[in-house]
């Protein structure tokens, strides 16, 4: 029996050899992966670029709300300056208030009965003034009156020099 397995191991060696043996390979040129590079540096330059420009546009964003709240503060003070002017205009344009500034600053006071004098009119020459100065204005013959009056105000002359106001 040994013989048998001597003959078998050795059938066995060749096989083994064959396996041991290294195989000879192709040697490859090392694979270059500059498109990958390329393609990463890209890729990042580009992700770079999307939050830069992210981060301006909430900048300027920023700044815009800044700016808006400045003018709505500025609007608020405008505001508010505009209601102490209408209440100083109501306050100054009461007859109250602009006689005791009249006895107060200028010393004026009412008038006494001798100081009042009355001027006598007689209501038709006034009428008779009246139309001759409209006939006048129609025509264009007075100087420095505005000679584009309206409708309305020709009118409103008129009647008035009916009724003497």
């Given at each position: 029996?040994?013989?048998?397995?001597k003959?078998?191991?050795?059938?066995?060696?060749?096989?083994?050899?064959?396996?041991?043996?290294?195989?000879?390979?192709?040697?490859?040129?090392?694979?270059?992966?500059?498109?990958?590079?390329?393609?990463?540096?890209?890729?990042?330059?580009?992700?770079?670029?999307?939050?830069?420009?992210?981060?301006?546009?909430?900048?300027?964003?920023?700044?815009?709300?800044?700016?808006?709240?400045?003018?709505?503060?500025?609007?608020?003070?405008?505001?508010?300056?505009?209601?102490?002017?209408?209440?100083?205009?109501?306050?100054?344009?009461?007859?109250?208030?602009?006689?005791?500034?009249?006895?107060?600053?200028l010393?004026m006071?009412?008038p006494?009965?001798?100081?009042?004098?009355?001027?006598?009119?007689?209501?038709?020459?006034?009428?008779?003034?009246?139309?001759?100065i409209?006939?006048?204005?129609?025509?264009?013959?007075?100087?420095?009156?505005?000679?584009?009056?309206?409708?309305?105000?020709?009118?409103f002359?008129?009647?008035?020099?009916?009724?003497?106001?």
């Open positions: 029996m040994e013989v048998a397995r003959d078998y191991y050795q059938l066995q060696e060749p096989q083994e050899q064959l396996q041991r043996q290294p195989k000879k390979q192709k040697k490859k040129a090392p694979k270059s992966y500059r498109f990958e590079k390329v393609m990463a540096t890209a890729g990042i330059v580009t992700i770079l670029v999307l939050s830069l420009s992210l981060l301006l546009r909430y900048a300027s964003i920023t700044e815009a709300r800044h700016d808006v709240h400045g003018l709505s503060k500025q609007l608020e003070q405008l505001e508010n300056q505009r209601e102490k002017l209408k209440v100083e205009m109501e306050k100054v344009s009461k007859s109250m208030t602009i006689e005791a500034a009249a006895k107060e600053r010393n006071q009412y006494s009965k001798e100081q009042v004098f009355y001027v006598a009119v007689d209501p038709t020459k006034v009428a008779l003034m009246n139309n001759e409209d006939k006048k204005i129609n025509e264009g013959e007075v100087i420095g009156l505005n000679t584009n009056l309206n409708p309305l105000k020709k009118m002359h008129k009647i008035s020099g009916m009724f003497n106001i």
